[in-house]
Structure formats: structure tokens, C-alpha cells
């Protein structure tokens, strides 16, 4: 929780220090990243119980 509490503690600092029309952009920047990396942990966690599943 610390790492994610960080991230966030980061995230506004960079939108605080952005001009009038980036924070959005980076909001949606933000926001599409984290569903990449959640849908690619979520792939890699799948394939890796398959496997862990074959060697049974």
C-alpha cells in the first residue's frame, strides 16, 4: 500500500505542477497505463498458474 500511496503522492504532484490543459491529458494517460499493466499482471498470472498447473 505504501508503493500505491507513493504513486498517488506522485501522480498529484506532477498534475499540481502541469499547465491549464495536461492535467486531464495525464489523468487519461495515467489511467489507461494502470489498465494496461492490471490486464497484463492478470495475463501473466493466468499463463503462470497454467503452467504451475501442467507440472501437477
Do not use: F
Not at 492535467?23 to 493466468?46: D, M, V, W
Amino acid at each position: 500500500m505504501t508503493q500505491d500511496h507513493s504513486a498517488l503522492l506522485a501522480q498529484l504532484d506532477a498534475l499540481t505542477a502541469a499547465d491549464s490543459g495536461a492535467p486531464l491529458a495525464e489523468l487519461i494517460r495515467a489511467g489507461l497505463q494502470a489498465l494496461i499493466e492490471a490486464e497484463a499482471s492478470e495475463k501473466i498470472g493466468a499463463a503462470a498458474m497454467s503452467v504451475e498447473l501442467a507440472r501437477c
